[in-house]
């Protein structure tokens, strides 16, 4: 008989049909109207019932399947009873065809950290711009982001009635990533996607550093990653504090499965054990290629402003 997949190939085959799940929530509360806003520290830091519904969605669907795995999400909810139409138990039967890389077959449940955006652009999600909201599924080992699944809910909304709505993402260290087309930036042209509600001084002037030829700004980390991948910019330059684990995790597993490279602005890479502080305080600097062009020409006063 064939032996079971890994562990690992289960959780990402399982989070992939978590995402698809989660994303037709993200549209149910959409079309029902009442998006449920709450502000936690502010007018850009927004929480839906979309948010609330996801992360519980998520969380208990992934925690039934795989007791021991930690699971860190971004919403600070109780963990009642959750209704069981937010329970998925499914997954991707062609996630688990793959063969698992050999630095993964022997991970065991407590040793995997799942990182959880429920809703990655909130702001965007009640503002409209439904194109830049992302549901991310972060899985870490050793510290280290492995695997990831992103999850687009309105991916295609603007083509028209007939148009398959969403698209899942997913990518695993060793394996690749898949359900996008891998294209590079035009080669010799600086475009830089950053931030669209968080600017500041900072953010600015490290760009106007990098000297681009054009900036992109639009909301979501993993909105971000997918324009670095889909070769739309060339690097992701956000030069202030406020990005957190569960935004990067899973892009970062994406990103670096197809040879990206994201770090903070000193050039750190990120930790992802479950004892971490949860904040990048030290933002993020993010390309599919010529990483180091862009690292070496960060201003040492955007450097000295933000410390790890």
Same mark, same amino acid.
Request: hydrophobic fraction near 55%; glycine fraction near 8%.
């Given at each position: 008989s064939m032996a079971s997949p890994a562990l690992l190939m289960r959780v990402v085959a399982s989070a992939y049909s978590v995402a698809e799940r989660a994303a037709r929530i993200v549209r149910n509360v959409m079309d029902g109207g009442d998006l449920g806003i709450v502000e936690k520290t502010g007018a850009n830091d927004l929480q839906t019932k979309a948010d609330r519904l996801v992360q519980m969605s998520i969380c208990a669907s992934l925690a039934r399947k795989f007791p021991k795995v930690? =699971?860190?999400g971004e919403e600070e909810l109780t963990t009642d009873e959750v209704s069981e139409e937010l329970i998925e138990d499914g997954h991707c039967e062609e996630i688990l065809k793959k063969t698992c890389p050999a630095q993964y077959t022997g991970i065991k449940e407590e040793e995997l950290v799942i990182w959880v955006d429920p809703l990655d652009g909130t702001k965007e999600y009640t503002e409209g711009l439904l194109d830049h909201v992302t549901v991310l599924i972060g899985i870490a080992y050793g510290g280290k982001a492995i695997a990831g699944v992103i999850n687009q809910p309105y991916y295609n909304y603007e083509a028209g009635a007939d148009? #398959?709505?969403?698209?899942? =993402?997913w990518g695993v260290l060793g394996i690749g990533a898949f359900g996008f087309q891998l294209t590079e930036a035009p080669a010799g042209k600086h475009i830089i996607v950053t931030t669209r509600s968080h600017g500041s001084t900072l953010v600015n002037d490290c760009i106007s550093a990098l000297n681009p030829d054009? #900036? =992109?700004?639009v909301g979501g980390a993993g909105n971000k990653i997918i324009q670095l991948i889909e070769g739309k910019a060339s690097a992701y330059v956000f030069a202030s504090p406020g990005c957190k684990k569960w935004d990067t995790c899973a892009p970062e597993a994406i990103l670096h499965a197809v040879g990206g490279k994201i770090t903070d602005i000193h050039g750190n890479s990120f930790q992802y054990n479950k004892e971490v502080k949860h904040m990048n305080s030290a933002g993020v600097l993010a390309s599919l290629r010529n990483y180091e062009y862009y690292a070496s020409r960060i201003p040492n006063n955007v450097k000295q402003s933000l410390v790890p």
């Open positions: 930690t =699971i860190i148009a #398959v709505l969403g698209r899942t =993402i054009s #900036v =992109i700004r």
